[in-house]
């Protein structure tokens, strides 16, 4: 199957090179199915337009995304993968998400479901910000409202896959044993709070001595913090913290500011460095770190354990959430890159890469 993938994708490469040639031909309805679901010509321009955004975030030095041609032709090195023509890397993503799709829709089908009213609206709602807001950008790229809210309905699709296969009324729930597991140790359940780096009321913001002073003060403090102290001690220390600002800030609304929150590990990849990410995930039970969130605050966090503050039941949707979605994320691969895929290279020609446009 690594092999038929490897050949679908030298098709997609070819057709992204064709641009080169300057053929111009009326635009196909599709470009064939995958495992029988068919793929429209919107549905693959919005995988392909997709795929380069995410080339695009790795550009280098002396690469510009804008010069679609010119980039195409280059060379980019993917997080924990090796150097790839972006050309080549925008061909495997687009095959990647159409087999995701394809396997979304087929799962969903085999169950005999719907999306549930409250997901179709959701996903009405985003195609209507993504017209709103987008809508000439994804017109001059050959890409239509309604291929958006087929893509936009698919992604509900597959979240709702993660009750239907793995909640406690589907197909395979997961236990009790998988879900604690999970939320001891594939979690992250932090007491926290956010020590902003500027003034808020003049929005000075702190210079590199002011930041390393208020860093090494919030790391006293929640040095010398329990689990059972955490919020008192962080209180009493906030004020004084914000002081090297010259901000004025009460115990009593710092103490409003303390929160807890489930990390997972795609809101540690999201949100915060890979250094930031590391410390917090290196975090056991009753230890502190203070990381920086943004450019323009620090974290103050201590990891506590979930389960000495609620029940699984109370947790079981966070953790479902999470693990489940994983889980579905697993098995869409798997099966999409089971489906046989019969896409036309003539067809896919007519849509290349190389007339992606990133402004209008």
Same mark, same amino acid.
């Given at each position: ?5 490897? %050949?679908?994708?030298?098709?997609l490469?070819? /057709? ?27 549905? +693959? ?13 790795? %550009?280098?030095?002396?690469?510009d995304?804008?010069d ?20 080549? *890397? ?14 979304? =829709?087929?799962?969903f ?9 409250? *997901?179709?609206? &959701?996903?009405?709602? +985003?195609?209507?910000?993504? $017209?709103?807001? *987008? ?15 087929? +893509? =936009? ?8 896959? @993660? ?13 009790? =044993? =998988? ?12 007491? *926290? $709070? ?15 001595a002011? /930041? ?14 329990t ?8 209180? &009493? ?9 010259? #901000? ?18 795609s809101?540690?990849?999201? #949100?915060?460095?890979?250094? /930031? ?6 975090? &056991? ?5 203070? @990381?920086? +969130?943004?450019?323009? #605050?620090?974290? %103050?966090? !201590? ?15 966070? $953790? ?7 889980? @579905?994320?697993?098995? !869409?691969?798997?099966?999409?890159e ?7 290279? #003539? ?12 402004? @209008?």
């Amino acid at each position: 199957m690594k092999l038929k993938l490897r %050949a679908l994708a030298a098709v997609l490469a070819l /057709a992204l090179a064709l641009t080169a040639a300057g053929c111009h031909t009326s635009t196909p309805d599709a470009v064939g199915t995958v495992g029988g679901v068919e793929i429209s010509s919107g549905l +693959y321009l919005l995988a392909q337009f997709d795929a380069y955004q995410s080339a695009a975030q790795y %550009a280098g030095d002396g690469q510009d995304p804008a010069d679609v041609k010119a980039f195409l032709a280059e060379t980019i090195t993917p997080d924990g993968g090796e150097a790839v023509t972006v050309s080549d *890397y925008v061909a495997d993503e687009t095959l990647n998400d159409l087999r995701r799709f394809a396997a979304v =829709e087929t799962r969903f089908a085999e169950l005999g479901q719907e999306l549930s009213p409250a *997901y179709a609206d &959701q996903a009405e709602q +985003y195609t209507s910000q993504l $017209v709103e807001n *987008y809508g000439e950008l994804y017109a001059a790229n050959g890409i239509g409202e309604e291929s958006l809210r087929r +893509y =936009e309905e698919n992604l509900f699709k597959q979240a709702a896959l @993660v009750e239907l296969l793995y909640g406690e009324n589907g197909e395979t729930p997961l236990t009790d =044993e =998988e879900l604690t597991d999970h939320l001891e140790n594939g979690m992250l359940f932090v007491r *926290y $709070v956010t020590v902003p780096l500027y003034n808020a009321t003049t929005f000075a913001f702190a210079d590199q001595a002011q /930041a390393d002073e208020m860093r090494a003060l919030a790391e006293k403090a929640a040095a010398a913090s329990t689990p059972d102290t955490f919020d008192e001690v962080m209180a &009493q220390a906030l004020p004084g913290i914000c002081a090297v600002l010259d #901000s004025e800030l009460t115990a009593e609304d710092a103490a409003a500011q303390i929160g807890s929150s489930f990390l997972t590990s795609s809101d540690l990849d999201s #949100s915060f460095s890979a250094e /930031a990410a590391d410390a917090l995930r290196a975090l &056991q039970v009753g230890q502190t770190a203070v @990381v920086d +969130y943004g450019s323009l #605050s620090l974290l %103050a966090a !201590m990891r506590l354990d979930p389960l000495e503050t609620m029940t699984l039941d109370e947790a079981r949707s966070t $953790v479902l959430a999470d693990l489940g979605t994983a889980r @579905v994320e697993e098995d !869409m691969a798997a099966l999409g890159e089971s489906l046989a895929a019969d896409l036309d290279g #003539s067809a896919m020609a007519k849509l290349p890469a190389g007339r992606i446009k990133m402004s @209008v």
